[in-house]
């Protein structure tokens, strides 16, 4: 069993920078692939970046190339997610999501393990 706990998140300003953070425990089932997604009101769930947790491989949705970084550190088993340049347009519900195989990574029904979420506010 896989569990995935959350933290960050927050009320920013448009332009301002901001981390969230994804603590992977295990059992014998070890992820491969950290992915991240938004929801935000009124809408579906939007696919944002994924990384393949031994290749480091990483994937970004054109909407955040670019002012997006996704991360990981093994040793603190933890996957992070750097936000820069956020735009009112980013406020959303943010998850990360794992699973084992690096394909249909912007599918989150392909997810089964996923973290509580943590909101992201960008607005004056």
């Known amino acids: 069993q896989v569990h995935l706990a959350e933290s960050g998140g927050g009320l920013v300003q448009p332009g301002d920078s901001l981390r969230l953070s994804c603590i992977v425990s295990?059992?014998?089932?070890?992820?491969?692939?950290m992915g991240w997604f938004r929801q935000a009101p009124g809408k579906e769930r939007e696919f944002v970046a994924a990384i393949d947790w031994r290749s480091v491989a990483t994937y970004y949705s054109d909407s955040v190339k670019g002012r997006f970084t996704v991360s990981r550190d093994h040793a603190t088993s933890a996957g992070h997610l750097q936000m820069s340049g956020l735009m009112p347009d980013d406020t959303a519900i943010y998850s990360c999501?794992?699973?084992?195989?690096?394909?249909?990574?912007?599918?989150?029904?392909?997810?089964?393990?996923w973290g509580q979420g943590a909101q992201v506010t960008v607005s004056l």
């Open positions: 999501a794992a699973k084992s195989f690096w394909r249909d990574l912007r599918d989150p029904w392909d997810y089964p393990y």
């Open positions: 295990s059992g014998t089932s070890v992820p491969i692939v």
